[in-house]
């Protein structure tokens, strides 16, 4: 690599490879590459409405009054926190079925695209759990008297939560949420077990093919980098826009 | 599901454990000690090092944080031979078994969380400390080694502790190498027997029981350990 010394077996570089045509004979090694980071992106997209909505509803219930509310909200938060993603998504994948009547689980394993099903629904129930703690952390930074505050205006504990309470916790939390919608990108990668054709998956189809292992990653490892710097941006832009004027930045 | 066959998961437990957990335990412990080490390294090269040092420490912390751990597993897998061969000076590249490939790695990935971990806490003790100590006469670094650091790991233990737990989860990502850690062993057996259902849900109830003893453990460290202020 380094160093060429004499008759020293190195690595062969090769970067007009990615416009060649590849052995699938549908594109370019390029296109194949495109392709595989927009499965990355669709599934982490729908992946995080998942976290966001499921996140949300549990990280309220874990703040409201009583024993049993929080009790199952922390039984959610502990059930998808403490198995690896990977463990998770052969469950969903290959356990999941076998728990249903036979005739559901025959439909759902014959579904074209299970993987990408799985991946979406697997990697959103496990980032909700992380969306969860941060939602419910949020909230309980907000000081009391705004609770007190809805209470004594006669706001109802729904309204209270869609009107003050979430409002100012969803501000509170845009970085560390911002870090968890790049966790959920990355980790669409770990789907690759189960078949899904995203951007890891597909630079490595591109190295077992070509054997151009080194160009294939860099390409992945580029595309990986504009996004996260993309998704850092958009959020500090979605911070300034939504600040409350007056209201301290922590 | 009428059929879930508990004798499979009986007749394999010493492979599971001996082989698999063993592998994935001696690989937690180890890429968490190299990983602390190596994270505190860039931790302090960030805060202290010179301008350059420290931009290309903080550009490391942030490619490897910005890059998913399977992509980078690969990375290591294909690209420690190259590495060895270049650090030799052999002729062609070297093999390297399926454990050192993987520990190498985990240590160069999470060292880079580790190493904002012990940023954050390096930053939270008083700068009047570090101050305290070049007035005593150590060295920037003693005074590191000596007064700084032992504050910050106290501090910082329940979170590296939690970090390690994440940790223990990530290695389970080895199986795209085909390694026999414990989730390649159930794997192995899983798909060998045709028992996928009993060998994945008895290594996630492994999993999970180990993880959540785990932090509950770290909870309780928590409190022991925390300055009443």
Redesign the interface.
């Known amino acids: 690599m380094h160093r060429h010394q004499g008759r020293a077996v190195g690595y062969n570089w090769n970067w007009g490879i990615f416009w060649e045509q590849s052995p699938e004979g549908n594109g370019t090694y390029l296109d194949m590459l495109v392709q595989g980071l927009g499965t990355t992106l669709l599934t982490a997209a729908l992946a995080w409405i998942i976290a966001l909505v499921v996140g949300s509803a549990v990280g309220v219930l874990r703040t409201l009054p009583g024993r049993t509310a929080p009790l199952l909200a922390s039984a959610w938060i502990e059930l998808f926190r403490n198995m690896p993603l990977l463990v998770q998504l052969f469950l969903w994948y290959f356990v999941f079925p076998d728990l249903l009547p036979t005739p559901w689980a025959i439909w759902l394993k014959q579904l074209p695209n299970a993987s990408f099903v799985t991946a979406v629904i697997g990697i959103g129930f496990f980032m909700s759990a992380r969306v969860a703690v941060q939602i419910s952390s949020g909230i309980e930074a907000l000081p009391l008297g705004q609770r007190a505050a809805a209470t004594a205006l006669g706001l109802t504990s729904a309204q209270t939560y869609r009107y003050v309470l979430l409002p100012m916790a969803f501000r509170i939390i845009l970085p560390p949420l911002t870090s968890e919608l790049l966790n959920t990108i990355k980790n669409t990668s770990v789907a690759l077990t189960i078949g899904l054709a995203e951007l890891t998956a597909r630079a490595r189809a591109v190295q077992e093919f070509s054997f151009q292992v080194f160009e294939a990653f860099t390409a992945a490892t580029l595309a990986y980098l504009a996004i996260n710097l993309i998704a850092t941006l958009a959020a500090r832009w979605l911070e300034s826009r939504v600040r409350v004027p007056g209201y301290g930045k922590a | ?1 009428s059929n879930f066959d508990f004798e499979i998961i009986g007749r394999s437990l010493g492979y599971l454990f001996f082989e698999g957990m063993r592998f994935t335990l001696t690989l937690t412990f180890l890429a968490a000690i190299g990983g602390v080490i190596l994270g505190t390294g860039l931790a302090i090269i960030r805060l202290s090092g010179g301008r350059v040092l420290s931009a290309v420490a903080a550009g490391y912390v942030n ?1 490897v944080r ?6 980078v597993i ?2 290591f897998y ?2 420690v031979p ?1 590495l060895g ?2 650090l030799t ?1 052999s ?3 070297i093999h390297v078994g399926g454990f050192a490939s993987a520990l190498i790695t985990f240590i160069v990935f999470e060292a880079a969380y580790f190493s904002e971990i012990m940023r954050a806490g390096i930053a939270s003790i008083p700068r009047g400390q570090a101050a305290a100590g070049l007035a005593l006469g150590l060295t920037p670094l003693q005074s590191m080694r000596y007064v700084i650091l032992p504050q910050v790991f106290r501090i910082m233990l329940p979170v590296l502790l939690t970090q390690t737990i994440v940790l223990f ?2 290695t ?2 080895v ?2 190498l085909s390694i026999t850690d414990f ?1 390649g062993a159930a794997s192995k057996i899983a798909q060998r027997d045709g028992r ?2 009993e060998m ?2 008895f ?2 109830l492994v ?2 029981i180990v ?2 003893a785990a ?1 509950r453990g770290v909870q309780r460290l928590r409190a022991l350990i925390a300055v009443p202020r």
Not at chain 2, 66 to 71: E, F, K, R, S
């Open positions: 599901m490619l910005a890059l998913p751990l399977v992509l690969f990375w294909f690209l190259y061969q270049w000076g002729s062609r590249p989860q990530d389970s990502l199986y795209v989730l996928l259902v994945y849900s290594a996630a999993y999970f993880s959540f932090s």
